[in-house]
């Protein structure tokens, strides 16, 4: 089954702690994404990546971090300098223009 | 302005209504235009995908896009309990792969 797995479903993190979302496809698709979604902010782009080797921060980058080292796998990093990390975290895919996939999830929360 | 503008809700519908969905856009790059279906806790799952003007359908769904208004819609024929669902609005064009986002429009459709 082609598609996008995220994990773990649920995190905790203590404070001044970084913690990893990992996000895989095996789609084939050459960009993927990251989402910080929020209730009633919609979804809030954090970092994508067009291509192996190289990615861009998006609209709230700060406190995150990502690495693209295969096509199939980009990591989000969420590091103690995101003083709000508290949220539900979407990784996407999709080649070209053309409609993106999701995956069902990570839900961080500070303890 | 934001690039994308979507109307939050929430909208309540008695079952069997025809429910309609809609997203502005100032962006006149946007060329392709999508439809998403979140439930709670959930990553969202395409519905509908276009890039023409004009109306798409599939079953009780049709996606209608007005690119001289910057204007989209979604239309429900027939709503459904199972409906019940916060509804994203999506677009991408331009010279990169980002897609960008309404906030969603929350549906809860009553049996």
């Known amino acids: 089954d082609g598609g996008i797995t995220q994990s773990p479903k649920y995190l905790f993190r203590k404070e001044g702690q970084n913690v990893t979302l990992s996000c895989e496809q095996n789609?084939?698709?050459?960009?993927m994404y990251w989402y910080r979604q929020d209730p009633g902010q919609g979804l809030r782009l954090i970092y994508y990546?067009?291509?192996?080797?190289?990615?861009q921060k998006g609209d709230i980058a700060e406190g995150y971090s990502v690495s693209r080292e295969k096509k199939e796998s980009f990591p989000l990093t969420v590091t103690s300098a995101q003083k709000n990390p508290t949220a539900f975290y979407l990784c996407?895919?999709?080649?070209?223009?053309?409609?993106?996939?999701f995956g069902q999830g990570t839900r961080l929360t500070v303890v | 302005q934001k690039e994308v503008e979507q109307d939050p809700g929430p909208l309540s519908v008695p079952e069997g209504a025809i429910v309609s969905l809609n997203c502005t856009y100032s962006n006149s790059a946007f060329q392709y235009f999508m439809w998403y279906r979140q439930y709670s806790r959930k990553g969202p799952e395409l519905l509908m995908y276009?890039?023409?003007?004009g109306n798409k359908e599939d079953g009780r769904f049709t996606a209608q896009v007005d690119k001289s208004s910057k204007y989209i819609s979604l239309f429900i024929r027939d709503s459904q309990p199972s409906d019940s669902a916060t509804y994203l609005c999506?677009?991408?064009?331009?010279?990169?792969?980002?897609?960008?986002f309404g906030k969603g429009t929350l549906l809860t459709v009553n049996p």
């Open positions: 996407a895919s999709k080649q070209g223009f053309t409609e993106a996939f």
């Open positions: 789609l084939n698709h050459d960009a």
């Open positions: 276009t890039y023409s003007s």
């Open positions: 999506a677009m991408s064009g331009g010279s990169n792969y980002k897609l960008t």
């Open positions: 990546s067009q291509i192996v080797n190289d990615f």
